[in-house]
Each structure stands twice: as C-alpha cells, then as structure tokens.
C-alpha cells in the first residue's frame, strides 16, 4: 500500500495538463487538501533500504525486472517499489528499487526525474508490490502464500495525487500508469480518463448522473447569485455548523477580505457543503473510514433540502433526483469495501475467478478509477507495462 507522495497541486499545475482529461479537481478545495495532510500526517515514515533484495532492479529490461518484482513479493516481508520506464522505440529499463515497510512503501519519480526526462521515454510505470495481508483481512487456515492484494485506497490517492499534482517534475507528455504486484499477478491502475468512462458498460449511468450533477449546480449557481445578502449570510449560518472549522475560516476571512469576496467565500462554501466530490475527493474521504463518509452524505442531503426550501430555482423533483445520486455514492463507497474484502479474503481459500476480478474491477471505477489484472501467465505475452484499458 504505497505512501501518498505530495500535496495536490495548484490550479495552475491542473491547467499544464493538457490532454489528460481525468475527472478530477474542480471542486478538491481548501477541504480536500486539508484531508491529505491529515492522512500524510497518519501514514509512517519508510524505513531504510533492507539487505535482503532479491536483486539489484536497475537497468533490468521489463520481463526480467518483473519476474524480480514477483520474486520480491515472496521473498520480502516488506514491500519494494521501482519505477520502469517504457522507451518511445520500444521495450525499457527498470530504476533501482526501494524497500518499504510491511505495510507502506514510496515510489519517487523525482529520484529518476533527470534520466526520465531525457527525452527518451513515453511511459513509467510506478511499481510496488503486495506481499502481506492486513491482519483484519486474514482468513483463518488460509493459504496466504496464494492471496491476492489489489490497490488500496493509499495506492489511488498516491497515484492520483501524483497525476493531478506537479507530477514529480515528469514531463506531461510522459504517460504515467501504476502498478501491484501482488502473489497471483499485476493490477495495472490508473485515474480514468473521459475515454475510460466512454468504454465502460456504465457510460450511459454516467452520463445521466453527470447530467443531473450539472442541472442541481447550475440551479444552486443561479439561485445564490440572485439572492440578497442578508439570506446568504442565514443560509451560510444554517448550513455550516458552530463546531465546523469552516465556521473559524469564516470568521478570519470575514476580517481580511472585502464584502464583495466574504459573499464569493460563502458561496463556494454553499456550493462545497452540498457537493459529494469527484473520485478524488471520494477516496480521500473513505479513506479515513465509511462512517464518516456516511455522516457527509447525510449532511449534504439535509443540506440540499434547506438549500430547496429556500428557492424557487431548485425545484422538488431535481432536489430528490440530485439526493438520489448523492446516496448512491456512499451506496457505492460500502459495495467498494464489501466487494474489495471478501476478494481479499476468498484468494485465500479458493481460486478466484474472471468474474471475481471483474466484479474487482468495476468497483473500482465506481470510483474513476480504472484497474486491470494480468496474471504473471498472461504477462509474459502482454508489450512492457501495457497497462489498464478497455477496449
């Protein structure tokens, strides 16, 4: 489970990324970054690089560094990670390893930033590998040596942190994909992008809930520009409670900035309270546990209600359809983490199936996240890091 690297970048840093179209950021405020500290704050430090490698990972070529990384999942109590990098001519070389702790390890591009931007790669691959079941996860009298450890949520907010921040320094034209190796095989994973989203059998449910998201925004947009802003200020008061931070935000803003900027605060405060957030915002804050997550969605239903009550612009029909899509995250957010450890704990004590890793797979891009598994079989006849697709 691999250790968050950074802050989320600025909204300059987002604009450089021409191309990638991920479904990320609009609304990763003040909040989300504040989030992010407190789970870089929770996570521990990695320790120094342990003797007992299997081997020296750099220089190797894609087939021989993975059949280490495989190697390494069975030998190392502790997880390794290395960065490969694809040539644009083809094929590639792995970077030197790095060794974790049982549960954490960090994969820095900003080590191997020189050589990879040298112009002579298109690809790298952050790579690590699973080599231990949580202690919560473990079945009793199973086979650990045969379990299967997909990414966890650390693993996405890493790779998605790395992808929406500055990216380590990595050139932008350099395509980044992610990598476990666990004891069965590889799970390729990556932010989905708008043509992930296009590909995948929900494109249709997607397209109606993103529909529904614009219609409810745009409609709280109209509704707190038109309002006076004697109502905004009891609205504001209302929806944000005396014991949150936000409430001590306020009160320091109200102070430095002008009334015309407080009202902007307000609003964007508004809009945030009553917005779930895109994937990012999501597995940060599953991250830190379903039950607080649960206690959000709550909180923005109440708040669509009050925010309802008080217009003429948010009609009752769009308020209970933009709810409904609001609970169906949290509805997702539970079938994620259900889905995800009874997966965990059947590669334990039975074969799993196609079906039983694409149930896998689905659930992570509940969350705009595409994932793929390869099994090491299967690898051998796949081109160096292809990565997760759908075609």
């Known amino acids: ?162 992808e929406i921040g500055s990216r380590d320094g990595l050139n932008r034209d350099i395509q980044i994909e992610n990598a476990v190796f666990d004891k069965q095989g590889v799970w390729y994973y990556h932010p989905a992008t708008k043509d992930d989203l296009s590909k995948s059998s929900a494109s249709n449910e997607i397209e109606r809930n993103d529909l529904v998201a614009q219609n409810f925004h745009s409609a709280l947009d109209n509704f707190l520009g038109s309002i006076s802003e004697e109502a905004k200020e009891e609205l504001f008061n209302k929806v944000v409670s005396e014991d949150d931070y936000m409430k001590m935000i306020s009160e320091s803003e109200k102070k430095e900035l002008s009334n015309n900027e407080y009202k902007a605060f307000q609003t964007n405060v508004i809009k945030k309270k009553a917005t779930v957030g895109t994937g990012v915002d999501r597995i940060v804050k599953m991250n830190f546990g379903l039950t607080g997550f649960e206690e959000e969605i709550n909180s923005i239903c109440k708040i669509v209600d009050l925010v309802e009550s008080y217009s003429d612009e948010i009609n009752p029909d769009l308020a209970t359809s933009y709810k409904d899509l609001v609970q169906e995250t949290l509805t997702e957010a539970v079938n994620f983490q259900k889905v995800y450890d009874d997966f965990v704990k059947k590669s334990q004590i039975s074969e799993l199936t196609d079906e039983d890793r694409q149930k896998v797979e689905d659930a992570y891009l509940s969350l705009d996240y595409m994932v793929r598994f390869v099994t090491y079989s299967e690898l051998k006849n796949e081109s160096a890091c292809e990565g997760a697709h759908l075609e």
């Open 1 to 162: 489970m691999e250790k968050f690297p950074g802050i989320l970048g600025s909204k300059k840093e987002k604009e450089k990324n021409e191309g990638q179209e991920f479904e990320y950021g609009k609304k990763a405020g003040r909040l989300l970054r504040m989030m992010v500290v407190g789970l870089l704050v929770s996570i521990s430090p990695m320790k120094e690089k342990s003797a007992m490698a299997a081997e020296n990972m750099k220089g190797l070529d894609w087939e021989n560094g993975a059949a280490t990384m495989k190697e390494m999942v069975f030998s190392e109590k502790n997880e390794v990670g290395s960065n490969f990098a694809r040539f644009k001519s083809g094929g590639g070389i792995w970077f030197e390893e790095k060794i974790g702790s049982v549960s954490r390890t960090s994969i820095s591009i900003k080590e191997d930033i020189e050589s990879l931007n040298s112009g002579l790669f298109d690809k790298v691959c952050r790579s690590h590998t699973h080599p231990n079941i949580p202690d919560d996860l473990k079945v009793e009298n199973g086979q650990l040596e045969k379990s299967s450890l997909p990414p966890s949520l650390s693993d996405l907010l890493s790779g998605m942190g790395i």
